[in-house]
């Protein structure tokens, strides 16, 4: 409202005031025989700053507009692009979106221990390419003093949530005081996704292991393999969960993605796998491979690829849920969709790639015995490159911390059932 004032008044100013005041002083000028390189210091045909309306407070700056700075605050545990599209669309509320990021310690004391930690959820949050600042140790709840704190300290407008309830375990509304002072804004929820889904699609990973580990484990897996429903047959929860509820659009594609080309002479960087339960090491291993270069070309094998290659239920995530959660990614450029497993000639000409490169830390079966090298073209043209993989994690590993967890799971699921979000936020 401010800035469409300003433009609908201003040629009051551009017609009115300022030649008046302006062609009064040149004729004061030649009554005192001053010349009108007198005025050298004043700005033609504006005036002084201190005769600006802005320094009046009358109107505001037209380019001096105070940016707004909106925050949201979540667990961020097992990042998906579910988190990722809630942050792109808090980010479209204001000019710059600032994260709090809630602690280990506050987590384990509301609903169990997080599968990641707060550094690894940092990188993670830090990586989004909709976020420009993160506050680490966030509280669990937004009580009075830290709202002060993020008002006055830093500077923030609005806190935003999405629109589904968010409520404490003792059933109050997490947002209340920012509703209340008026500083309170939604956004949509992503359908399609949530925490308790993704790790349902895990556990029916653990159906490959010995009848121990299954019996162990089998409760567990009916609780979660329908997302947010019971069902005890055991026989269809495998079907149940693999079918993802995810409706992939290409407006959604195109809201993830740049929309930006390599330049004519751009040094493009061509990295592949599967990036399946998007995690802190692939974050670390984009942005070290981002650095080779001026463009990073990320290549998603399919899952009939990594299904292959990794045996039945795999990935966890789907080819569009992978490609959303790699575009978010503010060190991806562009990214392939269904990359084929061998990297070619053909290939490498078509997208220009100058530097192909592959991580030290990978699934240990992503190469099967007797499989063609994927990447002989690339290493018979001088051109790869193998890089340090800056973390020991894979998504296997994830995996199993939410095995050795499965109680600790399993008691805060059906603590927080009754009000579970979607997002991820505060309850997952």
Partial sequence: MGSMGWESNYWIWDTVFIPRVMGGLMVMAALLGLSTGYFGALPVPGLPAALLPSSFGLFPR????????????????????????????????????????????????????????????????????????????APYAINENFMNKLFDEYNIDYIIHGDDPCLLPDGSDAYALAKKAGRYKQIKRTEGVSSTDIVGRMLLCVRDRPNSDNHNHSNLQRQFSHGNSHNDDG???????????????????????????????????????????FHAGHVEILKYARNLGDFLLVGLHTDQIISAHRGPHHPIMNLHERSLSVLACRYVDEV?????????????????????????????????????????????????????????????????????????????????QPHQSSYGEKTE
């Fill in 235 to 277: 026989g269809s929860s495998s079907s149940g969960t693999r079918v993802s509820h995810f409706l992939p659009t290409s407006r959604r594609i195109v809201q993830f993605s740049n929309g930006k080309g390599p330049g004519p002479d751009a040094r493009i960087v061509y990295i592949d796998g599967a990036f399946d339960l």
């Fill in 336 to 416: 392939i969709i269904g990359a084929p497993w061998e990297v070619t000639k053909d290939m490498i000409t078509t997208f220009n790639i100058s530097l192909v490169v592959h991580g030290t830390v990978a699934e240990n079966n992503d190469l099967l015995n007797g499989d063609v090298d994927p990447y002989s073209a690339p290493k018979s043209m001088g051109i790869f490159k193998i890089i340090e993989s800056p973390r020991d994690i894979t998504t296997t590993s994830i995996m199993k911390r939410i095995v050795a967890n499965h109680e600790a799971f399993k008691d805060v699921r059906e603590c927080f």
């Fill in 62 to 137: 037209r380019n001096g507009r105070k940016k707004v700075r909106v925050y949201m605050d979540g667990c961020f545990d097992l990042m998906h692009y579910g988190h990722a599209n809630a942050l792109r669309q808090a980010r479209a509320l204001g000019d710059e979106l600032v994260v709090g990021v809630v602690s280990d310690e506050e987590i384990i004391a509301n609903k169990g221990p997080p599968v990641l930690s707060l550094e690894e959820r940092m990188v993670m949050v830090s990586g989004l390419k909709w976020v420009d600042e993160v506050i680490a140790d």
